[in-house]
């Protein structure tokens, strides 16, 4: 069977949207990195990077989130998450690194020096820089967002739920205030039955019954 380590509220949220929507079944393998459980040897064996998520299926290891959501489009075909012609593909793969490289990646830098690093590490002015070069990001995808229901072509692919655990990550942080293209979109993505947790939920369900009735 599918072995997924990591768990929400991490990227691993966007290999379970693509597990639910193609109706796999799985393991789940729950690894703390509060605890600094991707730090011991048995998970480094899987990840030397020491980083979740990471599929095993069978033989293979597969890290990067991304990656393994492709994957998973591609072995099962039955979901047509895969556009067909090249030209959809292509389209995909541009959004695809636009959401990890221009989008994701200021969000991680701001996580990083407003809480992960240790405050000595902390750059005072990267989280407003970072915010800044996201807020500028979200607007061309909010551009392209105009009048389309997908991402990539004019269906369902793996673009779109990578671009909807982002751009849930983006409202976190409170940025989707001027893209209303995108703020529809994430509430059709989100209104899937296949959808998991928001980033949110699934803070308040690690906090326990108590935070979400907060
Ligand atoms: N590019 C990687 C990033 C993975 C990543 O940074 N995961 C976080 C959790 S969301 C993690 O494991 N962080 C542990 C650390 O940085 O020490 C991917 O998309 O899978």
Redesign the pocket.
Known sequence: MLKLY?NP????L?VIWLLNELGLEYETHT?N?LQGE??KDDFLAINP?????VLVDGDQVI??????QLYLAEKYPHGGLIPESLEDRAQMHRWNFFL?TEI?QPL?RIALHTF?YPEEQRLQQDPDIARQECLNMLAVLEQHMQGRRFVAGDRLSVADFNAAYTLDWANEEDMLGNTPALRQYLQWMYARPTAPPTIAEAFAALQGPAAVNN
Request: glycine share 4%.
């Open positions: 990591g509220p991490t990227r691993a966007r690894i990195l991707a730090r990077a020491a980083k979740v998520p890290t990067e989130s991304v990656a393994i990890v994701e991680w992960l």
